[in-house]
Antibody, heavy 112, light 108 residues
Framework: EVQLVESGGGLIQPGGSLRLSCAASGFIFNMHWMHWVRQAPGKGLVWVARIDSLGRETTYADSVKGRFTISRDNARNTLYLQMNSLKDEDTAVYYC?????WGQGALVTVSS | DVQMTQSPSSLSASIGDTVTITCQASQDISKFLNWYQQKPGRPPKVLISDVSNLPTGVPSRFSGSGSGTDFTLTIFNLQPEDVATYYCQQYDDLLALSFGGGTKVEIK
């Protein structure tokens, strides 16, 4: 069974940094592209970033480009999202996604 | 990037009604479209994959159709447990997934 478990969320001040992790199990991690998708409170789903299976190619939504970095450690079956220069509008639940499989999400709240 | 336009944004229907939600892509996405159901406080759950395939456990009252740029999710015989928000998602462009704006379904 595919399992994706996010961690690392929390309350952070504007301008701060946070790193999310997603522990993957139940599938061969290094064979799959992975994505981060976020959902602001009461709003819809927004794609954030994607990484290929080997971690060599990444793409980002314009809203996070230059501030967020997606990466992966295939030896640890873990996906990461490094978030820098956080803004109020980054407040959201962040989901780790593989295909149609979603984690439970990690809440990131950016507020002073 | 592929833009997904979903309508309506909300609807209210009676138990037993048939409900239709549409999703239009800004370019041809062939059959690379999924539908998700999301209930409050929960992650999205795949309802239909590849336009019309129901994963194991999804009730047969859910149906998907379409191809190219126009897609439809139909809920037959609406049930109380179908109250949720529904999203379409394209994955033709795997470099940048995109979602419709969502349709909130309520019971009259």
């Amino acid at each position: 069974e595919v399992q994706l478990v996010e961690s690392g969320g929390g309350l952070i001040q504007p301008g701060g940094s946070l790193r999310l992790s997603c522990a993957a199990s139940g599938f061969i991690f290094n064979m799959h592209w992975m994505h981060w998708v976020r959902q602001a409170p009461g709003k819809g789903l927004v794609w954030v970033a994607r990484i290929d299976s080997l971690g060599r190619e990444t793409t980002y939504a314009d809203s996070v480009k230059g501030r967020f970095t997606i990466s992966r450690d295939n030896a640890r079956n873990t996906l990461y999202l490094q978030m820098n220069s956080l803004k109020d509008e980054d407040t959201a639940v962040y989901y780790c996604v593989r295909g149609v499989h979603w984690g439970q999400g990690a809440l990131v709240t950016v507020s002073s | 990037d592929v833009q997904m336009t979903q309508s309506p944004s909300s609807l209210s229907a009676s138990i037993g009604d048939t409900v239709t939600i549409t999703c239009q892509a800004s370019q041809d996405i062939s059959k690379f479209l999924n539908w998700y159901q999301q209930k409050p406080g929960r992650p999205p759950k795949v309802l239909i994959s590849d336009v019309s395939n129901l994963p194991t456990g999804v009730p047969s009252r859910f149906s998907g159709s379409g191809s190219g740029t126009d897609f439809t999710l139909t809920i037959f015989n609406l049930q109380p447990e179908d109250v949720a928000t529904y999203y379409c998602q394209q994955y033709d462009d795997l470099l940048a997934l995109s979602f419709g704006g969502g349709t909130k379904v309520e019971i009259k």
